[in-house]
């Protein structure tokens, strides 16, 4: 990852408000009867509609949400995806080598999260980590209906007889999912698999939100009826803090045990955590992904901080027999796969990815991974993650120093040093101006300026603003500098 060639051109993170005003009057109304042609489309796609889109993967100064932008590699490997255009839901082994790829992409994730590849049988890609959530909650599902109806001595299936039935054999009145700051897409999977965004139960500790209250969740685990999934919130959105550290995964997993509950980890942009080294620097983000190893399912985003193009998420589960009973499409007799007859045994254990996720068709999206993680390897990233890190650090330096602004949350005590505060901060970094008046419009201003863009949120009822560092070009050097620049302006500026 070549930072050094950030191009100097690229000073706006945002398109004016006049060129995408201009870009948006050249657009088609309507369906025109005959082309115009494709060199004029083409002319019109760089010269009209380009004009008028976002920067947010090419600028190092974009800070809204948790997007990453695209390293070289993987946008060229990209372009090869579309050249190429294979559907690699099929295993055939005979036909292309599509479905090899994505596995050894798969099998490098795994070997860079140190999550040993053998361990974790069902591993897909899907569109992102709202998809991986929807597979990892329809595993989990059917995971502790089945483990009710067995204690009963029945055997059913969700994927096969659906909720209604197989809660009745099994004997349950509901189906929970136990989790601390959910991320809004866990609550769309929950909607989607059939639990209800209802299901869904904060149970975060007082003060502490984003940690799980364990006796809570012990009790709630142990309601007679009920079934569990437990949702791990690995690196939240808004904070950027970890639900678990230390120990807690390990007493997650004993309870889930005990009480047949699913330990599920949605841990989009969290995971990358794990490649960090074990120095006084990342101690504390390191205890955050400890143990994840312990989970039944892992959602992941490679669309994030793998810093691939959209669209591409990760699902790691350990129970491939499970997946084949809910994802399998069992009457497509067109779809059976060629693999017996390969003559390369590992090609053989592949499973066709339509057995073990949502879609028929999709995108090839392991080149791209694949690419990226050839190119730069182990190094490669952690090199840009501990980039990613420092600046956030710096900038949350910057806000911590600062007369303008404060950093979020506030400590919940006096003994919370300033070097804690940091060390706990990954790469996002949450903070408002002190004046309120300025706090109402930070967003807006700071956005205004075109040279930086950052998320607005709510923190304890107000308003505040959002940092979320995640582009592959990060570099302290440059970066804090500009932050500095447009933080320090937008407080200067009266309305
Ligand atoms: C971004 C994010 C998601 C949703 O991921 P998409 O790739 O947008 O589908 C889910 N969970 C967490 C914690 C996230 O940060």
Redesign the pocket.
């Given at each position: 990852m070549n930072t050094a060639q950030r191009p100097e051109s690229l000073k706006h993170v945002l398109p004016s408000l006049e060129d995408i005003e201009r870009s948006r009057a050249t657009l088609l109304d309507h369906l025109p009867a005959s082309g115009i042609g494709e060199s004029t489309a083409t002319i019109h796609l760089q010269k009209d509609v380009l004009a008028g889109l976002n920067r947010a993967s090419e600028s190092p100064h974009y800070y809204g949400?948790?997007t990453g932008g695209a390293t070289p590699i993987a946008t060229l490997a990209d372009n090869l995806v579309t050249k190429a255009d294979n559907s690699p839901q099929v295993h055939l082994p005979n036909e292309t080598l599509a479905t090899e790829v994505e596995d050894r992409a798969l099998r490098m994730v795994c070997e860079l999260l140190d999550l040993p590849p053998d361990n974790w049988p069902h591993r897909t890609f899907?569109?992102?980590?709202?998809?991986?959530?929807v597979v990892g909650l329809a595993c989990g599902r059917d995971y502790v209906v089945q483990h009710a109806a067995r204690e009963k001595g029945n055997s059913v299936s969700v994927a096969e007889d659906g909720m209604h039935k197989a809660m009745r054999i099994a004997g349950l009145e509901d189906l929970q999912v136990l989790t601390t700051v959910?991320?809004?897409?866990?609550r769309n999977a929950a909607s989607i698999v059939g639990l209800g965004r209802s299901a869904v139960i904060d149970v975060g500790l007082e003060g502490k939100k984003h940690c799980f209250d364990m006796r809570e969740l012990e009790q709630r685990l142990r309601q007679p009826g009920v079934a569990s999934i437990v949702a791990v919130?690995?690196?939240?959105?808004n904070t950027g803090f970890f639900a678990t550290t230390g120990n807690d995964m390990k007493h997650l997993r004993e309870s889930c045990d005990e009480y047949g509950a699913w330990l599920h980890v949605?841990?989009?942009?969290?995971l990358l955590a794990r490649i960090l080294p074990a120095n006084e620097d990342f101690t504390h983000l390191r205890s955050g992904v400890a143990g994840l190893d312990l989970a039944d399912s892992i959602?992941g985003?490679a669309?994030?901080l793998l810093n691939v193009p959209?669209?591409c998420?990760i699902l790691l589960s350990r129970h491939l027999s499970l997946a084949t009973q809910v994802f399998q499409n069992s009457n497509a007799v067109y779809l059976n796969t060629a693999s017996s007859e390969t003559t390369a045994s590992v090609s053989r254990s592949i499973p066709s990815p339509l057995n073990i996720g949502i879609e028929n068709s999709r995108r090839f999206r392991a080149l791209p991974v694949y690419a990226s993680l050839a190119a730069y390897g182990r190094t490669g990233y952690l090199d840009m993650l501990v980039r990613q890190i420092h600046l956030a650090r710096a900038i949350a330096l910057f806000v911590l120093e600062s007369a303008d602004y404060e950093l979020l949350p506030a400590p919940l005590n006096h003994h919370v040093t300033d070097e804690e505060r940091l060390a706990n901060i990954y790469i996002i970094v949450i903070f408002r101006p002190k004046n309120e008046e300025l706090n109402g419009r930070l967003v807006r201003a700071v956005n205004a300026t075109r040279r930086i863009y950052i998320s607005g949120t709510q923190w304890e009822g107000k308003p505040a603003a959002r940092f979320a560092v995640a582009n592959w070009q990060a570099e302290v050097e440059w970066d804090l500098e500009v932050v500095k620049g447009v933080l320090l302006e937008v407080a200067r500026s009266t309305d």
């Open positions: 949400f948790v899907t569109t992102g980590a709202t998809a991986s959530n959910p991320h809004s897409s866990l919130s690995c690196a939240e959105v949605d841990a989009a942009f969290g959602a985003d669309h994030k959209y669209d998420g």
